[in-house]
């Protein structure tokens, strides 16, 4: 089918397929008869409308025309970068290679900071319509009634599961009324290492599969690590760079703990939510263990006190 698909598309395709690590979709390496292989990404059934995979080729083409470094979707024969072959719709994309960032490397920080702020600077030149947004607060709530509803929790977890959501709940709350009103704007969404090759000297934003509209942080904390003083320390590395194209709120640092949280909860119904499919038990055996829910427990703990400190000081701030 994968094969079928990609030559209705126009590729002339030598039968080699290999498939490659991703849960979300369905990703393979194919080889053409001439030149070297391509990466096709079967969107699963149901996540995305068309409008919003359009929106996310859409950005990424916009950036790679402005000169900055993202594997954009390939367009097809048909001039569209959006395929469809029985009932599932692919992309095709350039095969790159690289290595993660080493994020403990000033220079590096500084260099994805420029990068950064030269995709936010065109990510503000418009809106996403059909993509979405971040609602920490309700997210949390959502994502923590589907993980109940569900089951999920082991019964004797229950009472510290219960009386930790809501305190983080306000815990977040709290955070986001100190950061006060933020833009938003389309961004990466999932900007953490892995999601970054480098090569030589060349860095290459790749995924685009979680852009939405979000502030501005949102693709810089997960490229923070260590205690809170060198999380700072870094920040301030990245906005040096970031700062060279595009001014930097400092009051979205007050951001930073909720994001974290969101996307711990948001995490666990992620694998809620995909566990009928048979590569999650396959994969993520642990999920439906105790022991799981007990380490969540404890991490949520974390959270908590990490929410109640001051949000993280950049160089020179106290």
């Known amino acids: 089918m994968i094969l079928d698909a990609m030559e209705d598309a126009g590729f002339e395709v030598s039968g080699r397929l290999f498939a490659l690590n991703s849960y979300e979709n369905r990703v393979y390496q194919v080889g053409l008869e001439e030149g070297p292989p391509v990466i096709t990404k079967f969107y699963r ?65 500084y260099r994805l900071g420029q990068w950064l702020g030269q995709i936010h ?37 229950r009472p510290a599961w219960d009386s930790l959501i809501p305190d983080l709940v306000r815990g977040c709350q709290q955070r986001i009324e100190e950061a006060g009103v933020v833009d938003t ?51 301030g590395e990245l906005l040096e760079g970031y700062e060279m ?27 809620a939510r995909r566990w009928e499919d048979p590569a999650f038990p396959r994969f993520f055996p642990w999920f439906a263990q105790p022991r799981f829910w007990s380490d969540q427990v404890l991490a949520l703990r974390e959270q908590l006190a990490a929410l109640q400190e001051p949000a993280i000081s950049l160089p020179g701030q106290y």
């Open 245 to 271: 194209f595009r001014e930097f709120n400092r009051r979205e640092r007050h951001l930073i703990e909720p994001l974290r949280c969101y996307r711990q909860i948001a995490h666990c119904a992620w694998l």
């Open 185 to 235: 704007l389309r961004i990466h969404g999932d900007c953490h290492a892995g999601n970054i090759l480098c090569r030589d000297e060349t860095m290459l934003f790749v995924d685009l599969d979680d852009c939405r509209t979000g502030p501005a942080v949102q693709d810089m904390w997960l490229l923070l690590n260590g205690e809170a003083t060198e999380r700072g320390s870094q920040l």
């Open 45 to 109: 059934p149901g996540r995305w409308s068309d409008a919003a995979i359009m929106e996310e080729h859409e950005f990424s083409l916009e950036l790679q025309a402005a000169d900055i470094p993202v594997i954009a979707p390939m367009i097809m024969e048909n001039g569209e970068s959006l395929g469809r072959h029985a009932d599932f719709r692919f992309a095709v994309f350039p095969q790159r290679g690289g290595q993660a960032p080493d994020t403990s490397i000033t220079d590096t920080l």
């Open 121 to 157: 600077n065109l990510g503000a030149t418009k809106s996403f319509q059909h993509r979405p947004g971040f609602d920490l607060v309700q997210g949390i709530q959502d994502h923590n009634a589907l993980l109940i509803d569900g089951g999920w929790v082991p019964d004797d977890l």
